[in-house]
């Protein structure tokens, strides 16, 4: 329930088989995560298959990937590497 003190630890230890599962199946370079809120680096093809993890693992424990509030930073100054993955509904910011 929300408000209560234990909400966040057992939030953590509801979200730790995720992130064991994305850390044990895909190649990033970094990722950290804050409760409900992470940070996934690397490349575009790691990121997409992270990201499916996430939605393929994540109702098996109550959680689901909010694409509305899922954004995609693109180092690049032209896009280039957006048109060469496919992400989908994404919301992207290059």
């Known amino acids: 329930q929300q408000g209560d003190p234990l909400g966040p630890l057992l939030f953590a230890l509801v979200l730790h088989p995720l992130i064991h599962n994305i850390r044990d199946n895909c190649k990033l370079l970094f990722h ?10 690397e490349e575009s093809e790691e990121v997409a298959k992270s990201l499916n993890v996430i939605r393929e693992t994540g109702p098996r424990l109550g959680l689901h990937l909010n694409i509305r509030k899922t954004y995609i930073f693109w180092p690049s100054c032209d896009g280039s590497k957006l048109r060469q993955v496919p992400f989908g509904h994404w919301k992207t910011v290059v």
């Open 32 to 41: 950290a995560w804050y409760l409900d809120d992470g940070t996934i680096i």
